[in-house]
């Protein structure tokens, strides 16, 4: 759960300016801090759901995305890998003046498919590391 002051609650009630931040780390510790000028306008997307989109099932793990579009116009992420990378997104409004930012969530990121004027990166948080081939785990099935 995401916490936020009255006054960022009241800035995006009235439909204030949305402000994005992320930091993206790469392999070999190379890190990367990114502003609304890096990002895309809409380019930051979010979303959590269960494994069923009809019912809510008890005990479901909820494993969210996110989808970053980094502007390229000036080729500067070519040649670029992403695969690997981490990245922290945070959604921010700015209260009494100044910028509040709430961190919305740690992603592992996906390699893109395709470099142009902006890339896409694919991105799941945390949860997706728990994923594992059934082959993989010691339980015999079924399951005693």
Known sequence: M????????????????????????????????????DVTFGGLMRSASTSSLVTFDVGAAIIGTA????????????GTFFGGASIVLYAGYEVDGEPEWLKIGTYSV??????????????????????RSYGEVAT????T
């Open 67 to 78: 989808e970053v579009t980094l502007v390229n116009y000036d080729d500067r992420w070519d």
């Open 110 to 131: 996906d390699q893109p498919e395709t470099y142009g004027a902006t890339i896409s990166l694919p991105c799941k948080d945390r949860m997706a590391s728990f994923e």
């Open 140 to 143: 015999s099935y079924p399951a």
């Open 2 to 37: 995401l916490s936020a002051s009255s006054g960022y609650v009241e800035a995006v009630e009235r439909g204030g300016k949305l402000l994005v931040r992320a930091t993206l780390t790469l392999e070999g510790d190379v890190v990367h801090e990114l502003t609304g000028a």
